[in-house]
């Protein structure tokens, strides 16, 4: 099967270097050889640390869907539009399979060129797009395609993770992190992507349009990111029993699909606790089956190639199947759900000014809105005489969170934006 890969960057140098070591083992499994013929990037030159030399290089990268001695294009570009776009609408619309590793361009098209595979009768495949070499595409298309999923959640951005099981672990600073997650592989071309959830969010989107049967809706996540989660949280969080992890929570409920990205603490003893560095971690509940829990590593170079050659593989046996596991014009279009309904514990973190009334003002602003107070913590002078306060809430419905802080926003005691996080499980 003759290949064209398209970005020879972090994946497709992986691409290369998985399909030269495990080349006779894949032939067997595919049943035929599967070879790189063509390749074509934005700089022909740099030192990549492979041989490229061997393959065609396409200086137009669209003609790489009309060639007739190519049978796969692989888009490893990136970006939601501009070319990785316009390759795969040509590929697919030129009636050739088309792999690809790119979530965000999923997120935002992913029905249309669904649609474009479905008319010409041939494979789009993207395990790589969502939690990199965990096979969870395969997992919820396939081994969970008898269940009615109801929720599917979990830890979807490795660069995220990085990050934070890095500041628990090493005490070290964020900006210093995300450097070494970037130098790693794992970061995307623009981090604040990862930083800000929007990676975790369109991964979020393509699960939920898999797991319940409804059209992608990226536009419906409710993203935040971990860049207000500081050094403090991570220390208190684990005082009280819990880590810190940027999780992405998707549910089918009765009044429409509920999709967040946000850091949220785990208790110690939940699954994704343990989930550290760059492995990413996937829940869902099906009515037969029960939980399911995938795990294994969700960026860099080696598990991402793995996935994208694993889909490579599956074309050239010849299995394959729609794109989200059903034909596009069956997907649900769900309303998006009312997300002031959802009740749990919360974690608020203030930083105030040390002086009387303050905390009553808090503790009010809590009663008024219905608020139920479980504990209240104070930590000393923190810096320039300020107070931190941690307060942890007992289940409480999201629009009584929403009310308390309406109420305490511009008040001169607050010295910055309260901090909240949801408690999971
Ligand atoms: N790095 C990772 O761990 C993972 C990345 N992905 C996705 O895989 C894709 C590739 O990611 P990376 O390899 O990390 O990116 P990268 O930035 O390392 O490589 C991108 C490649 O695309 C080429 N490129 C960019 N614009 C181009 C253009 N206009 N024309 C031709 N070539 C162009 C660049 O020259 C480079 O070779 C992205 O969609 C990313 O979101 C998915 C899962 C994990
Ligand atoms: N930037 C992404 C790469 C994989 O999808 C991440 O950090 O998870
Ligand atoms: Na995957």
């Given at each position: 099967?003759?290949?064209?890969?398209?970005?020879?960057?972090?994946?497709?140098?992986?691409?290369i270097?998985?399909?030269?070591?495990?080349?006779?083992?894949?032939?067997?499994?595919?049943?035929?050889?599967?070879?790189?013929?063509?390749?074509?990037?934005?700089?022909?030159?740099?030192?990549?640390?492979?041989?490229?030399?061997?393959?065609?290089?396409?200086?137009?990268?669209?003609?790489?869907?009309?060639?007739?001695?190519?049978?796969?294009?692989?888009?490893?570009?990136?970006?939601?539009?501009?070319?990785?776009?316009?390759?795969?609408?040509?590929?697919?619309s030129?009636?050739?399979?088309?792999?690809?590793?790119?979530?965000?361009?999923?997120?935002?098209?992913?029905l249309?060129?669904?649609?474009?595979?479905?008319?010409?009768?041939?494979?789009?495949?993207?395990?790589?797009?969502?939690?990199?070499?965990?096979?969870?595409?395969k997992?919820?298309?396939?081994?969970?395609?008898?269940?009615?999923?109801?929720?599917?959640?979990?830890?979807?951005?490795?660069?995220?993770?990085?990050?934070?099981?890095?500041?628990?672990?090493?005490?070290?600073d964020?900006?210093?992190?995300?450097?070494?997650?970037?130098?790693?592989?794992?970061?995307?071309?623009?981090?604040?992507?990862?930083?800000?959830?929007?990676?975790?969010?369109?991964?979020?989107?393509?699960?939920?349009?898999?797991?319940?049967?409804?059209?992608?809706?990226?536009?419906?996540?409710?993203?935040?990111?971990?860049?207000?989660?500081?050094?403090?949280?991570?220390?208190?969080?684990?005082a009280?029993?819990?880590?810190?992890?940027?999780?992405?929570?998707?549910?089918?409920?009765?009044?429409?699909?509920?999709?967040?990205?946000?850091?949220?603490?785990?208790?110690?003893?939940?699954?994704?606790?343990?989930?550290?560095?760059?492995?990413n971690?996937?829940l869902?509940?099906?009515?037969?089956?029960?939980?399911?829990?995938?795990?294994?590593?969700?960026?860099g170079?080696?598990?991402?190639?793995?996935?994208?050659?694993?889909?490579?593989?599956?074309?050239?046996?010849?299995?394959?199947?729609?794109?989200?596991?059903?034909?596009?014009?069956?997907?649900?279009?769900?309303?998006?759900?009312?997300?002031?309904?959802?009740?749990?514990r919360?974690?608020?973190?203030?930083?105030?000014?040390?002086?009387?009334?303050?905390?009553?003002?808090?503790?009010?602003?809590?009663?008024?809105?219905?608020?139920?107070?479980?504990?209240?913590?104070?930590?000393?002078?923190?810096?320039?005489?300020?107070?931190?306060?941690?307060?942890?809430?007992h289940?409480?419905?999201?629009?009584?969170?929403?009310?308390?802080?309406?109420?305490?926003?511009?008040?001169?005691?607050?010295?910055?934006?309260?901090?909240?996080?949801?408690?999971?499980?």
């Amino acid at each position: 099967m003759r290949v064209a890969l398209v970005g020879l960057g972090t994946v497709g140098t992986g691409v290369i270097r998985l399909l030269d070591a495990n080349r006779e083992l894949i032939a067997r499994r595919a049943g035929r050889p599967i070879e790189v013929r063509a390749v074509n990037a934005r700089d022909r030159s740099r030192d990549r640390g492979v041989d490229i030399a061997r393959f065609d290089w396409a200086d137009d990268m669209m003609e790489l869907a009309r060639r007739d001695d190519i049978d796969v294009v692989v888009e490893l570009i990136g970006g939601s539009d501009g070319p990785a776009l316009a390759l795969a609408r040509a590929v697919l619309s030129a009636g050739k399979p088309l792999v690809t590793a790119n979530k965000a361009m999923l997120a935002h098209h992913g029905l249309s060129l669904a649609k474009l595979a479905e008319q010409s009768g041939i494979p789009l495949k993207y395990e790589a797009a969502v939690a990199g070499g965990i096979p969870v595409i395969k997992g919820l298309r396939e081994g969970a395609a008898a269940n009615e999923i109801s929720s599917v959640y979990g830890i979807l951005n490795g660069t995220c993770n990085y990050i934070l099981t890095t500041m628990e672990r090493e005490g070290r600073d964020f900006n210093e992190v995300l450097k070494e997650a970037q130098e790693l592989g794992y970061a995307e071309a623009d981090p604040s992507f990862d930083a800000d959830g929007i990676d975790a969010a369109h991964k979020l989107s393509i699960l939920a349009s898999l797991a319940f049967g409804t059209q992608i809706d990226f536009g419906a996540v409710d993203i935040g990111g971990i860049r207000s989660v500081s050094a403090a949280d991570i220390r208190e969080a684990a005082a009280l029993g819990y880590r810190i992890r940027l999780v992405g929570v998707a549910e089918n409920r009765a009044d429409g699909l509920f999709q967040r990205v946000h850091a949220v603490l785990v208790p110690m003893h939940h699954p994704l606790a343990s989930v550290e560095g760059s492995l990413n971690a996937v829940l869902a509940e099906g009515n037969f089956v029960g939980s399911l829990f995938f795990s294994g590593r969700g960026a860099g170079e080696g598990p991402t190639a793995s996935a994208v050659v694993a889909d490579l593989i599956d074309i050239a046996r010849d299995e394959y199947g729609d794109p989200f596991a059903m034909q596009v014009e069956q997907l649900a279009k769900r309303p998006k759900a009312n997300s002031g309904d959802t009740i749990g514990r919360v974690y608020l973190r203030f930083l105030v000014q040390d002086k009387p009334g303050v905390l009553a003002e808090i503790a009010a602003a809590m009663r008024d809105a219905g608020v139920s107070i479980e504990s209240v913590i104070q930590r000393g002078a923190h810096e320039d005489g300020a107070v931190l306060l941690v307060v942890v809430t007992h289940d409480t419905a999201e629009r009584a969170i929403r009310e308390t802080l309406d109420q305490l926003a511009g008040s001169d005691n607050l010295i910055a934006e309260p901090v909240v996080m949801p408690i999971l499980g």
